[in-house]
């Protein structure tokens, strides 16, 4: 059986990670994995998961399961705290899930069962795992055109696109901080958007990885809730992988949204299902700790407040990229950069030219030119930039 197996290329990003990680230059510079990093090119414990986790050690009495759809406290909790204006139970309901690509995969398999023919909108660029994802569970794909080296959102050239949607197909958004371009529709603009698919008859898929990332938490929220509140019917993939820093502790949550919707008990027993046959339940710790600092009130500023210096480091950081690239480059308009939201923006760069940055600079983008902009080390930004502008 073995034998019929070919090798597979690894998803680009991880590559990169690997390929970053076994590099011994000193002066390597990762442009990679979307983590986010300080300073001292470091990606933290938070201090209120520090502490919330501490206290998890010392009070946890049992390590039994928790169920297929996970602690319902938590996935209340993180859906009230991302749309505080919908009921848990009668407008969401949903499961905790593993990390956000797989609230993702789980809601992707639900989408197809219920509607085996939806065909999956995706943003060109996405992230590249969508395509994995929804390939893997077996759905069609297209694309619509997404707006990149520039701030302004194109939401009628998206639209334009979505007239040849079929009604039931399936659009994914990202719900802010767009992986890779950085390029977010203001909350407005993904207003109108909204309702341009409910219009066509189709079911958003809002994929947010970043809230807390762009503008704020209560701020990007917002923006989910200008989908949510025009949507009769949507998915939404949660992940506190970066704004909780749980990575590694694969936290998060997939809800079917809906205001007053009859069915959201039904759908979600679907859903229940094939988290059941998939994973049978997911890990409890991520959770159990993101749940703590929501239930504890100093917990919950002192982890906003350390979110806020993140985001702070990060905007920091694209103004600081932004300008180096115009100092190292002036013919270039760079302010697409400061003007993007998240951890990413996009340079205009060939694979090979990106490879070539890798191999020669020890500069690691991905292929298709994204930047992870945070942790950028900005003594030596200057440096940085005109290695990059060799690229372009
Ligand atoms: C990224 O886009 O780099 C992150 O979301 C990490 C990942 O899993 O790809």
């Known amino acids: 059986m073995f034998d019929q197996a070919v090798a597979r290329p690894i998803d680009q990003i991880i590559a990169i990670s690997r390929a970053y990680q076994e590099d011994p230059r000193d002066d390597k510079v990762d442009f990679g994995i979307g983590v986010y990093k300080d300073a001292n090119g470091v990606t933290p414990v938070m201090r209120a998961v520090k502490a919330a986790e501490q206290r998890l050690i010392d009070t946890q009495m049992t390590k039994t399961y928790v169920g297929v759809g996970g602690d319902q406290k938590f996935v209340e909790l993180l859906a009230k705290a991302v749309l505080p204006d919908h009921d848990y139970g009668t407008d969401m309901i949903g499961i905790q899930s593993i990390g956000g690509s797989g609230a993702v ?12 023919k939806a065909n999956f909108w995706m943003p060109d660029p996405t992230w590249p795992n969508h395509r994995a994802i929804f390939g893997a569970v077996g759905a069609a794909m297209t694309t619509y055109p997404y707006p990149k080296f520039t701030a302004d959102a194109d939401i009628d050239a998206i639209l334009q696109a979505l007239d040849a949607a079929a009604p039931g197909d399936v659009v994914v958004i990202h719900g802010g901080c767009h992986n890779p371009t950085g390029v977010d529709p203001s909350r407005e603009e993904l207003g109108r958007l909204t309702e341009g698919i409910v219009a066509r008859g189709l079911i958003p898929f809002v994929d947010a990885a970043y809230i807390g990332f762009g503008r704020g938490w209560d701020e990007d929220a917002a923006r989910i809730a200008a989908i949510a509140e025009r949507a009769p019917e949507m998915l939404l993939a949660l992940s506190c992988s970066k704004n909780f820093g749980l990575y590694r502790e694969r936290t998060g949550a997939a809800l079917l949204v809906g205001k007053g919707h009859a069915n959201l008990a039904a759908a979600n027993s679907a859903l229940l299902s094939l988290a059941r046959a998939n994973y049978s339940m997911p890990p409890d710790h991520g959770a159990a700790i993101v749940r703590m600092i929501f239930e504890d009130p100093e917990l919950k500023a002192a982890w906003l407040a350390e979110l806020k210096e993140m985001r702070e480091t990060i905007n920091g950081s694209r103004t600081a990229l932004a300008l180096a690239l115009a ?9 697409y950069i400061d ?25 690691y983008i991905i292929p298709d030119g994204r930047m992870n902009i ?4 900005l003594s030596k930004i200057d440096e940085i930039a005109a290695k990059l502008v060799t690229a372009v």
Do not use: C
């Open 374 to 377: 945070a942790g950028i080390d």
């Open 339 to 363: 003007k993007g939201y998240g951890m990413f923006s996009l340079i205009d760069v060939t694979p090979e030219a990106a490879q070539t940055l890798r191999e020669e600079h020890g500069v």
């Open 327 to 335: 100092r190292a480059k002036q013919d270039r308009d760079w302010t």
């Open 105 to 116: 995969r789980v809601l992707a398999e639900l989408a197809l069962s219920l509607n085996p």
